[in-house]
């Protein structure tokens, strides 16, 4: 008989509760391998490709593309003995566990060697090259969302087992509702259904206690759900839209969903404060002529955005409390002696922020470099959530849109953020004089809880003089 394992939603980190089916790579009746990306999914954090925790054969596919899955719900669900247990051999118990060995199945290695009429067993192994969750967060993540999900409680046995009592025969109205019942032996007064018929069902108002699941075992099926709804659509929809309406609607979903949430948590927990300053950058733009025929800077793209990380991540040593988290639960403000760069990315998907790992002790090249690669990275979509958790201070580089400045609004968990305007040709008193020179504006916002004013007055000062005068740095 069939051994189905169900595959949950695992969470690929940072404690993200929801993520979007963007496409399957396998179809029913596909034969998959462990490690196989079987499906590819966007977060709230980035697209992430999800590798196989089983060897077998794809039974049902439980969600649809499009479709937003919380944490911990079966999207797929696969047959690992397609061939039948042997006559004579013992079959899994209701719970799909045949031994103890298969609740050990994590599902991020290669199948340990065994018949293929027994429960197989996954070895702990990395995720192979070209999937974008990272082996140490996926197999993380998967250990406490898969362990003992050989039958997972948001999807129970009597759901799938051919042994689950049939529905009785079609009757007269007012039977009705014994139906239900007679239909979910081990959920009470719930109908058999799966988890995201469930939620449907639940979007849509309609209650599954009045259905007759038109599925095997008297499963109700989302085109039950869909067709029980669809008679109330038209009360609650308003009159159709002109021909030719000006007017289109989008999902709140994904990354627009998390910056939103974001921002709205920052902007009415932290008290923001924004400082100006603007700058003469002429002698940055000059060494910065004069570095890229450098042979060391070969090859780098050497932005204006670098010399602004640099003088910041040197400013930091100076006033170190624009570096560090008020935390509100444990009554602490936690000073951080490393700085993991934030750099503000716009993309196709929305506002991202990946930061560089220990920015403070990179050189100016090093710097450069670990920027470009980044923000290549973020425009792809290529960015993996983990490059975009623990940073600790962030640049908005708002210049590259040209626009002079702004009043940003602080990435959560973070005291300061700057940002970086459009470096023009503007008028500026030289010695008494008047001259045209290279002129920027800096804005910087910071937690009043954590920064005072002079702190970050001090601060902003600080990264203006480095880049009014890159010679400064030596002083630092």
Request: with cysteine.
């Amino acid at each position: 008989m069939p051994q189905l394992k169900h595959f949950p939603l695992p969470d690929v980190g940072e404690g993200l509760t929801e993520a979007e089916i963007l496409g399957w790579k396998v179809q029913p009746g596909d034969s998959v391998t462990v490690n196989q990306v079987f499906v590819e999914i966007e977060t709230a954090k980035a697209a992430v490709e999800l590798p196989c925790a089983y060897e077998g054969k794809v039974v049902e596919l439980l969600a649809e593309p499009g479709q937003t899955v919380e944490v911990g719900t079966p999207i797929i669900s696969i047959d690992v003995d397609p061939d039948g247990a042997a006559p004579g051999e013992p079959e899994p118990d209701s719970s799909g566990e045949a031994s103890g060995e298969a609740k050990t199945l994590v599902g991020y290695g290669p199948q340990a060697t065994s018949s293929k009429r027994r429960p197989r067993k996954a070895a702990a192994a990395t995720v192979p090259a070209g999937t974008a969750v990272s082996a140490g967060t996926a197999q993380q993540a998967l250990q406490g969302a898969m362990a003992g999900s050989v039958a997972s409680p948001a999807v129970p046995a009597q759901a799938t087992a051919p042994a689950a009592p049939a529905p009785e025969p079609p009757a007269p109205a007012p039977p009705a509702p014994a139906a239900a019942p007679a239909g979910a032996p081990a959920r009470g007064s719930v109908p058999l259904a799966k988890p995201p018929v469930r939620k449907l069902a639940k979007d849509l108002g309609v209650d599954l206690r009045a259905l007759a699941g038109s599925g095997a075992g008297g499963v109700i099926t989302r085109k039950d759900v869909e067709s029980a709804s669809a008679p109330a659509e038209p009360a609650a929809t308003p009159a159709a839209a002109p021909a030719g309406a000006r007017e289109r609607r989008v999902p709140i979903k994904g990354v627009r969903k998390a910056t939103a949430q974001a921002m709205v948590r920052s902007a009415f927990t932290a008290p923001h404060v924004t400082e100006f300053l603007t700058v003469d950058v002429t002698p940055m733009m000059e060494l910065r002529q004069r570095l890229k025929s450098h042979p060391e800077f070969q090859g780098v793209k050497l932005t204006p955005l670098a010399f602004a990380a640099k003088a910041l991540c040197l400013a930091v040593r100076r006033t170190p409390d624009v570096n560090a988290t008020w935390d509100e639960q444990a009554g602490e403000i936690v000073y951080k002696d490393y700085v993991h760069l934030g750099i503000a990315a716009a993309t196709p998907r929305g506002l991202v922020v990946p930061n560089v790992r220990d920015a403070d002790g990179m050189s100016l090249r090093e710097l450069a470099a670990a920027l470009e690669a980044l923000t290549t990275t973020a425009r792809e979509g290529r960015t993996t959530p983990a490059e975009m958790t623990g940073g600790t201070i962030t640049i908005t580089n708002v210049g590259v849109f040209g626009v002079d400045t702004g009043t940003p609004i602080l990435n959560p968990g973070e005291s300061a953020i700057l940002a970086f305007g459009a470096i023009r040709d503007m008028p500026w008193v030289v010695d008494g004089q008047v001259v045209p020179r290279k002129v920027c504006q800096l804005a910087l916002s910071f937690d009043h809880r954590v920064v005072d004013g002079q702190q970050g007055s001090q601060f902003l000062a600080d990264v203006g003089a480095l880049l009014a005068d890159p010679a400064t740095a030596i002083t630092y």
